[in-house]
């Protein structure tokens, strides 16, 4: 956000300059501070009082997003054990959050992408995946959320979320995440 | 009468058995490459072609002969400076005195010769330096763009000459060509001659591209996209350009590989978090389940006769390896012992099927016999994984990924020997070697 | 003499004969196959003479002729008094006066052999054998020359020191087999490859070097199917000997490494 406020204020103060120089029509929009009566041109900016920062800008999950999917549940992903696709406690309390929400949110659809760690044949680790992701989509298909909005894919050991070759970096990799899709199909 | 009885005793001594005569068992010799002679073949008048003068060409084929020779660990070629290099009179008559002075036992000449119609007439003779006989003696005619195939048939001749295997020069591999961070890896097909040379990409990256493996129907290809987000197995002709999907399925259908005859693919399909083994026949586009179970089954391999499929399956609680009939009946499961067995292929040979052994942490190439005895681990690394056989069945190729992450794609003789790494230009893993070239 | 007198003379003389080589056979058999359990008295080495050099040959000595028929049975278990007590022995010692007398001899046998037209070759080595085979315990003995021409060839083609003792075999083979097995290089990971054998016929000159390519014998493990990778193992076998020619062999014992089967078998090796 600031980066885009910056050269607003440059244009901002060039116009304004403009407008000292010649042509007082033109005022610089209200929420800036005005700037301080200059000489004209790029040496002025040498001289120039101080800027205020830019005003904080917070977030809002847009309704149906990807963000608001992860303000609700807690998280878009959930975490196996290694070589396998069972929902621990802490799978099912996301996945809940995750069917509460989608139940309110009516017209959202997901897919459900399936991962794994590399401690796998390429081949067995994409049937891996889809296995997980279909564990997820099972659950969330029983809490209500209805079966036609719900897709998945799985990316075997493709797309692993960290990299390295350790436990750490393995847990995080065996997991499906719930992708809100956009558009029609 | 002393005469008759002296060829009675005649005859007694010829039927008496001999055994004074010294018979010596050698039970064991040395396993060393075999030093051979390859000098730069020789040309009558130096012509320019569009490859490059008839003399460099010379030179060039003797470099890729002694180059695939060598990479076999069977065979040592000697440093040219050793000897005379022949002129083309010494083609048909070598001085074989001068090639046993430099240790050699073999010796491959031959000479290049530009057409008048601008094909190149490559001659191929390999001679043995003790007994001075011509074991091997043939010509090949190719356009300038092919000149390198006369060199590998070359090969092929005086390597199955002289070692009893068939050839397995003249063929190529495809497989992923990898780069980028590995938590957006971009994985493109690429094909290249055996030996690295005339490398192409055949896509972009834009899409996951895995699995590729050749038909032995030339040009054809199998592999598998995730383009349009549908994760599915494609077949494709790369002389046309042309496509064709595989069966249409919901869900993922992945590990694609062609029978024997390329007339069928065998592949997986997802269901229910389970995979299932089904077979699709090109010409008519019509599939056929042949597994079926609460099982992930996956990454099956024709046996060369076309009869049987070995495949793995965690139908027994673990990854492991059965073979079953090609029309899905009477699966067996072949491999035991400690750890899992995963993503099989059975050698051209029928004699082998190689895999991936999984233990200890580690993926290791290993080898078993169909009836699975005889399991022999040959590599020993932190993982290699996705064996491919050489069209002689003899050597394998496999992707070895690093500790760090890094993948290159690897090959070793089925004895366990020469493990030797095949260079190309990006990181690579997946790969499949094609059948020998018509 | 009539017809019938002279079958049952030759039918008495083909019993008797087999009857012998049969003893004979078994006794080579025996040798050959546990050198180490020769039946032997124990002999204190100083009561013989310290030989370090071959025994000088001379006519007498050399076994001459077929012994009497009825020898064998009388044949003692002891080792012949003139051997070569150290094994390496032979081979450092090359005494000049002492291989030239054996040379002469030597060559005077040769010279006698290609008198004989070569279709009677094959009888002669027989014969040879035969007589080796009969004569091993008592190499000293002088005995009465037959009179018959046959007999004549028989005893002329008969190589001089015809027996080899058992100690002398296996240092001829031990020394044979250094020299051969460093230079062969089986192929093995062909197909079948473990399971087959070859046997070559080496031809050697005296100093070592072929006197005709190694002659194939036979093979065994080759099927319509492993055709190539039979030929290509013959082939390993034949450049093993090309490679490592000349040989070294002690001189004194060509008559015994003039002509040999080498058997290549790689089950050491796979």
Known sequence: ?????????????????????????????????????????????DQAGTVPPPEQVGSTALPGSQAALIEAAGSDTVLFAFDSYGLDERARQILGGQAEWLLRNANVRVTIEGHTDERGTREYNLALGERRANAAKNFLAAQGVGADRLSIISYGKERP????????????????????????? | MIARLALFLCSLTLAAPAAAQLRIDITSGVAAPMPVAVPAFPTGAAVATPAGTTAELGRQVAAIIGNNLSGTGLFKPIDPAAFPAPGMAEVDAPQFAAFRTAAAQALVTGFVTANANGTLTIGCQLYDVFSEERLVAQGFTVTPAGWRRAAHKCSDLVYSRLTGESGYFDS????????????????????????????????????????????????????????????????????????????????????????????????????????????????????????????????????PDGRRIVFESDRGGSQQLYVMNADGSGAQRISFGDGRAGSPVWSPR??????????GGKFRISVIRPDGSGERLLTDSWQDESPSWAPNGRV???SRTERNGRSSLRSIDLTGRNDRRIPTPLEASDPAWGPLLK | MTEGRALLVAALLHI???????????????????????????????????????PKPSMEAAPQEPEPLAAPEAMPDAPPAPEVPAPPAPKPVKAPDDTAAQDAIAEAVA?????RPPVKAPVKDKAGQSAALLDKSKPNAARPRETSDFARTIEDALPKQSRLSAIQAAT??????????????????????????????????????????????????????????????????????????????????????????????PRLMT
Not at chain 2, 350 to 359: E, K, S
Not at chain 3, 111 to 115: L, S, V
């Open chain 3, 16 to 54: 008797a004969l087999l009857g012998a080589l049969s003893l004979g056979l078994a006794r080579s058999l025996q040798m050959t196959a546990e050198p180490d359990v020769t039946p032997v008295e124990f002999v204190d080495i100083s009561d013989m003479a310290q030989v370090t050099s071959p």
């Open chain 2, 396 to 398: 394998i190729l496999f």
């Open chain 2, 172 to 303: 190529r591999i495809v497989y992923v060509a990898e780069s980028g961070p590995r938590t957006k890896r971009v994985k493109r097909l690429a094909v290249m001659d055996q030996d690295g040379a005339n490398h192409r990409f055949l896509t972009s990256g834009q899409s996951l591209v895995l699995m590729p493996r050749f038909s032995p129907v030339n040009e054809t290809l199998s592999y598998m996209s995730f383009a349009q987000d549908r994760p599915r197995v494609w077949i494709y002709n790369m002389g046309t350009g042309q496509q064709q999907a595989v069966g249409e399925f919901d869900s993922m259908s992945f590990a694609g590989r062609f029978s024997p005859d390329g007339r069928t693919l065998v592949f997986s399909v997802t269901r229910a978090g389970n995979a299932d083994i089904y077979a699709y026949d090109i010409a008519s586009r019509a599939t056929r389940r042949l597994t079926n179970g609460n099982s992930i089954d996956t990454s099956p391999s024709y046996s």
């Open chain 2, 350 to 359: 029928g004699d082998l099927i190689a895999f991936t052994r999984m233990q």
């Open chain 1, 1 to 45: 956000m600031t980066r885009n406020i910056l050269p607003l204020i440059v244009v901002a103060g060039a116009v304004a300059l403009a407008g000292c120089k010649s042509n007082r029509d033109v005022l610089p929009p209200e929420a800036w501070q005005p700037a301080p009566a200059q000489p004209q041109g790029p040496a002025a900016i």
């Open chain 1, 161 to 185: 979320a960290v990299d390295g070759a350790n436990e750490e970096a393995w847990a995080q990799n065996r997991r499906a995440v719930t992708v809100v899709v956009s558009g029609g199909r």
């Open chain 3, 111 to 115: 010279a006698a052999q290609p008198k």
């Open chain 3, 172 to 265: 001829l083979e031990q020394a044979i087999r250094a020299q051969i097995a460093p230079c062969w290089n089986p192929p093995i990971g062909g197909a079948d490859v473990a399971e087959m054998t070859a046997v070559l016929r080496i031809r050697l000159n005296r100093d070592g070097s072929v006197a005709a390519p190694p002659e194939y014998v036979s093979q065994t493990g080759a099927t319509a199917g492993n055709q190539a990778y039979a030929r290509a193992f013959v082939e390993t076998a034949k450049r093993a000997v090309l490679r490592c020619a000349p040989l070294d062999l002690p001189a004194d014992l060509y008559p015994h490494w003039r002509e040999f089967e080498l058997n290549f078998d």
